[in-house]
């Protein structure tokens, strides 16, 4: 069931960039096509975003209430936000050490005119008191009301909620609680609705990508114009982000499980495909889990707690990009 659901989505995606490919190019896809297309894209990320609320929240809870006592919650929590320091400090050194070596501005003068830019640029400076602004946002979106919080997708308030409630759960109340045994069958609702929404996968994966296609070889999508400008940069950003995923993350599983980067990519390839498709992290937390679960064997109580969390914190790819950008951005401002 797995590896032909797998296939089913391989196939969808690939069908759906073809015939997105033909009527973008060849004939244009008539309205009644683009309406369909439209809507089953949207129907799908629709269920996907009316999940991940929930989801994260009675996951990442049943994962703290589950471990049973404060000393087991520190020793996962420790080594997960260690785990999540350490990769994302390697994606930033990584794209830090290739952006001096290869300096991709080498083909790229410094912008003219530049006082007019850095007079335009300071509006992005911040001002007095800005390091207080962004801890009080921060905060804002934290500590906010949990219901409140999972109908907007706060992510932040939901992990935060999560970890408060378990927290003060495992403290306070008896182990044989019906509070422990609420949320486990909270979950497990969760986790039946999953696999009915998974079934839906291939569907969802055909029309988002027949979309992008065709909106791509019709010229609809904005900002092909400044990818090709900063091609060389451009470039250097994917490379190092494909070695960073394809090299170094499976070389730690390797090293930490044995599980050879063939066996590693065959089993997640259904989240994969999904994070390709939707570049979201949230959207596919969904499906990361219950791969996580079902093809990678991983005790529910780990992955109910270190992907909720790691699809709020941990993001080596935006990490890698902003220390490439930080310094290209420089150069071609004339900083020294």
């Excluded at 007019?116 to 906010?144: E, H, K, R, W, Y």
Aim: a negative charge.
């Amino acid at each position: 069931m797995i590896r032909n659901l797998t296939f089913q989505v391989l196939l969808a995606g690939l069908l759906g960039l073809a015939l997105g490919y033909f009527f973008g190019s060849v004939t244009g896809a008539p309205a009644v096509v683009d309406q369909g297309i439209i809507f089953l894209k949207e129907s799908f990320l629709a269920v996907l975003r009316m999940l991940i609320g929930p989801l994260i929240f009675f996951s990442l809870l049943n994962g703290i209430t589950s471990l049973g006592s404060i000393v087991k919650l520190k020793t996962l929590g420790g080594a997960t936000i260690g785990y999540y320091f350490f990769t994302t400090s390697v994606a930033t050194s990584l794209g830090l050490l290739a952006v001096f070596f290869i300096q991709p501005w080498t083909d790229h003068p410094p912008l003219e005119n530049v006082e007019s830019i850095s007079n335009s640029a300071l509006l992005l400076q911040p001002g007095d008191g800005s390091l207080f602004g962004v801890f009080g946002s921060l905060a804002s979106q934290a500590f906010t009301n949990p219901v409140a919080a999972i109908a907007n997708l706060n992510i932040l308030g939901i992990v935060t909620n999560a970890v408060l409630f378990g927290l003060a759960a495992t403290i306070v109340l008896p182990e044989e609680s019906i509070f422990f045994e609420f949320v486990r069958n909270c979950n497990l609702l969760i986790s039946k609705i999953l696999g009915w929404v998974i079934l839906l996968l291939p569907i969802g994966i055909f029309a988002i990508l027949f979309e992008f296609s065709a909106q791509t070889i019709s010229g609809d999508m904005d900002g092909g114009a400044l990818v090709f400008q900063l091609l060389d940069f451009s470039g250097l950003v994917v490379g190092l982000t494909l070695f960073h995923g394809l090299i170094v993350l499976p070389l730690i599983a390797w090293l930490a499980v044995s599980m050879s980067p063939f066996e590693l990519f065959r089993k997640i390839s259904r989240p994969l495909i999904v994070a390709f498709s939707t570049s979201s992290s949230s959207s596919t937390l969904p499906v990361s889990i219950r791969t996580a679960e079902e093809d990678l064997s991983i005790d529910t109580r780990v992955s109910s707690f270190v992907l909720p969390l790691g699809a709020t914190i941990n993001m080596d790819g935006t990490a890698l990009f902003e220390a490439l950008a930080a310094v290209f951005l420089a150069y071609l401002y004339g900083v020294e």
